[in-house]
């Protein structure tokens, strides 16, 4: 594959990039040697990892679709040398940008393939991002050289609201020298919450279940997601907010118990929304639930659900299904 190299020349890059690195410790990656560039130097600290930028980094390399959207919305695509890991199509807006940037992998890459891309900074989407026994921490990549992000869902310090979806695109445009291209980007995004903020003025909430999937329970959105703040901004109510993560297995008698008048169904992966909806109307624990009977479901792209610049346009498509006369 192009791009590739022999192990044994990995292997001597690794060498060359190590340097000392700790979780916790400020990390200065293969972008930070040499002279300080205007702006510069920024220190981020994310998710217990302190970083020093010297300059913006130019091999930049994105894992999961909404790290990936991030940093094409910030028009960063030159500044990137690989990506992968999609849960969805990319939004028609980004894909001239997207495939000017190489794909290293359909899901998580090898750290000799990421290796090989030479990239001076990893932004991973979620924690499996820098799994440690797949060899991709954090602190390996430090010591070879190799500054990293995780989206800030991961690691909230309090609730997760659209203020931290702000702060997300903030922060790396930030660390890429870009801040008037964040500014861009939050004003466009609060322009749509406006929008549905005026459609929905004195809505009664209607009480949500998310469905992500399951079949001896559900695995459901909980409070401390973006999944939660989606909801409230479309004008809905989770049912679930009191589970104390972003995401958590209930069973489907609570779910009845709670008598939900919608059920948001999550839609990816290789079960299609129609046959979660089939097992749902056909499970017998369900069958006097509100939504159950009246056969109310609204329907959202996972990857619309995660911390990312999708949030704003996925609380207008929930809001439009489940307030539909408030759009017309």
């Known amino acids: 594959m192009r791009g590739t190299r022999p192990l044994s020349t990995l292997l001597t890059v690794a060498a060359v990039l190590l340097v000392p690195a700790c979780g916790g410790k400020a990390q200065e990656g293969s972008a930070s040697s040499g002279p300080a560039a205007a702006g510069f130097p920024v220190t981020v600290s994310n998710c217990g990892v302190e970083s020093t930028y010297r300059r913006p980094p130019q091999r930049a390399v994105s894992l999961n679709q909404h790290a990936t959207e991030v940093m094409l919305a910030l028009g960063l695509e030159k500044s990137m040398v690989g990506t992968g890991y999609l849960d969805d199509r990319i939004l028609p807006e980004y894909q001239a940008a997207f495939d000017s940037v190489k794909v290293l992998s359909k899901e998580y890459p090898s750290f000799e393939t990421l290796l090989a891309a030479e990239p001076d900074f990893v932004y991973g989407g979620f924690g499996s991002t820098f799994d440690e026994k797949e060899g991709r921490g954090r602190p390996a990549l430090g010591k070879a050289g190799i500054n990293t992000h995780l989206n800030i869902e991961e690691c909230p310090a309090g609730p997760v609201t659209m203020a931290t979806v702000d702060e997300e695109i903030r922060t790396v445009a930030k660390i890429f020298g870009v801040p008037d291209r964040a500014e861009q980007q939050v004003d466009k995004l609060h322009g749509t919450l406006d929008l549905v903020d005026g459609k929905l003025a004195g809505v009664t909430p209607a009480r949500l279940f998310v469905y992500d999937s399951g079949d001896k329970t559900a695995f459901t959105a909980g409070g401390k997601g973006i999944g939660n703040e989606l909801i409230k901004r479309a004008g809905g109510v989770n049912l679930f907010a009191d589970l104390d993560k972003a995401f958590g297995d209930v069973s489907f008698e609570q779910v009845a118990e709670r008598a939900p008048e919608v059920i948001v169904i ?7 929304v129609e046959e979660k909806k089939k097992f749902l109307l056909s ?19 996972l990857s619309s659900t995660v911390l990312g610049v999708r949030v704003p346009a996925a609380v207008e498509s929930l ?9 017309r």
Request: aromatic share 12%.
């Open 283 to 301: 499970n017998p624990a369900l069958r006097d639930v509100p939504a159950i009977r009246n056969e109310r479901f609204a329907v959202l792209p």
């Open 319 to 327: 809001a439009r299904q489940i307030h539909p006369d408030r759009f």
């Open 266 to 272: 999550y839609d990816y992966g290789n079960q299609p």
